[in-house]
């Protein structure tokens, strides 16, 4: 089973550079175009989707409808997950990371999820997925930076040094989980290459470097 993670595209606040959590905000027409671009580079690859999964936010869910679209696969049939929401950031939301660090030192904002509830949530979505969809050869996950930089850490099963701002996987870019009873296996797509390029599994605990 391969699942590709998908970061929805460009929003209002990605530019500004506010955290967005759970706030339901929408694509710009920047992230529409984000989208259609690494969707179609699925559509060139030749790759077809069995499910597509998204999580519940605007910005994802339009996104996963986007991607439906150039893959040909039914709109309707999308499925909502609500464990692939964004991280909560509590009072942060709507913030900068500047504006947050002056006002709640190191960021850590009141009512923020904690990176190992993240951690947690996120793995749980993975299993959740895996099962539901056990038939599947190809599923494509439509979510969020941070839960999907969680999700990475939980099939990685050991932790990924997260750093923040470049913990957060870039709008519309995508990568792959190869599933197997055996583990799991890591890639992201190259722009250079033009292919998804793996990661050694002898380097699993340095997928930071990969992925951020």
């Known amino acids: 089973m391969d699942i590709y993670l998908l970061r929805h595209g460009e929003t209002d606040w990605n530019r500004t550079g506010r955290l967005q959590g ?11 175009a984000q989208v259609e671009e690494t969707a179609g580079k699925l559509r060139d690859l030749g790759i077809r989707m069995d499910a597509i999964v998204s999580s519940p936010l605007k ?9 439906a ?17 964004e991280r909560s950031f509590g009072e942060g939301e709507g913030m900068t990371l500047e504006e ?9 904002f009141p009512g923020m999820e904690s990176r190992e509830e993240l951690v947690k949530r996120a793995g749980e979505a993975f299993d959740k997925i895996a099962d539901d969809f056990s038939g599947a050869d190809r599923i ?10 969680a999700l990475l850490e ?14 957060c996987i ?18 992201r797509y190259d722009e250079n290459a033009g292919m998804f390029v793996e990661a050694d599994e002898a380097q699993l605990g340095k997928l930071a470097k990969i992925y951020m």
């Open 22 to 32: 759970h706030a339901d905000t929408v694509l710009n027409a920047r992230g529409r």
């Open 59 to 67: 910005r994802a869910r339009e996104s996963a409808e986007i991607a």
């Open 69 to 85: 679209v150039l893959l040909d696969y039914p709109v309707e049939k999308i499925v909502v997950e609500t464990l692939l929401i």
């Open 100 to 108: 947050g660090e002056k006002k709640y030192s190191g960021c850590h």
């Open 140 to 149: 494509l996950l439509v979510a969020h930076g941070a839960v999907l930089f």
């Open 154 to 167: 939980a099939a990685a099963k050991e932790p990924i040094p997260y750093n923040g701002r470049a913990a």
């Open 170 to 187: 870039t709008q519309g870019s995508i990568y792959r989980i190869s599933h197997t009873e055996g583990g799991n296996r890591f890639a």
